[in-house]
């Protein structure tokens, strides 16, 4: 016994904690691995068909599945090795919280930030490991100087807490805050792009854009709205929460300054994890929104002095980052395409089904929003839930009323077919109860 404890005592870190949980749960990330060992040389859209892969994809979660979880747009479950390696890091914090969590943990950040920066294709000194989408993109809208009077460019489609913050400087500081109304669905982003070339003024001093917009997953024309913005010397926020590790694009294609997205959501990171992306000669023009010394001006850490913190939840965010590489983005990406390829057109072959997203490639992320005549889309949500337990959710905005769907790789076809049925089962009966 005696022995044993000092062979314990005596284990480094990671190894010692690491001991029981990991056991079983690399085992599916394993898998994961091996079903795509090969796919890198294959066609993606081939690799999206083949079940037999995504079988294991399936199994490395841990969902109920008595339940249908068709809102992964809100929030993404991580695969079990992520919530294992998050618990790994949480139980060691505590035997010796200042110095485990501050001396060795914090330090590991460097290398996730590293891998951040890999898949996103930007320098690692220019990713900051944030909470979510959220502060990453609060950071921006309130980190850039403005003045009374100053305009700031937005969309009324644009994520309602992001609008919200613009609102707050509207009320704080004066600032005018206009609202493009975007067309549903749309495949012209010529049209897009003038709609808000025709709202700039000399005194536009911001625009926030979405690379894909949540409630109907459109695809946004950022290049060009970047380029534009670039053209009259204003920033171009892009809220990606919809676009990284959902879509299969890196930073080149985008040429953007600024984006923000959660990790939490297409990563399948753990919850409360996001990442800011600062195009180095724009961080220092960049307030954090909390303080930071002078000597930081330069260094995009100072968008990360938030006091305390747990190092579990951005540590963990390695193990996500492993697990999407195993895959392999373009599969990812793929897959989401196909699996609403698989609902969309079993659907749509009812006359009463209406989509509020357009399925070619260029225009739309990979979740889609759809509406059906005859059923009020409240109610529909709720007995969706109510009798067949699967979750959607009910976007009631004017222009693109609808229920969204966002399915991700854990989902099966089976249970794709299990929505199809019950909605063609509201289609021909009615949602009376
Ligand atoms: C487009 C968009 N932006 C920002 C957010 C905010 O993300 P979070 O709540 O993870 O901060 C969301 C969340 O759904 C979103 O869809």
Redesign the pocket.
Known sequence: MHDRRRFLGALAYPAAVALAPACFTTRGAERVRGAFADAHTLDPDDVARDEARWFEVQQAFTCDRSTVNLNN???CPAPEVVQAAMKRHLDYSNTLPSQHLWQTLEPQKETVRDGLARLFGCHREEVAIT???????QICQFGLDLERGDEVLTSDQ??P??LTTFEQRVRRDGIVLKKIRLPVPCEDFGALLGLYERELTPRTKMILV??????TGQRMPVKELVELGRSRGIPVIV????GFANLDVRLAELGCDYY???L??WLFAPHGT?MLFVRRDKIRGLWPLMAATEKQDDDVRKFEEIGTHPAANFLAIGEALAFHHGIGPANKEARLRYLRSVWTQRLCANPRTRLNTSLAKPFSGTHANVRFEGLDTRELHTWLWEKHKIFTVAILHPDCEGLRITPSVHNTLQELERFCDALEEALEKGIAT
């Open positions: 747009g809100g929030v909470r979510n989408a959220s502060e990453s993109l644009d994520y807490r992001m979405s690379h894909v917009v949540n409630i809220d990606g929460a919809h923000g997205t959660s939490h959501k996001g």
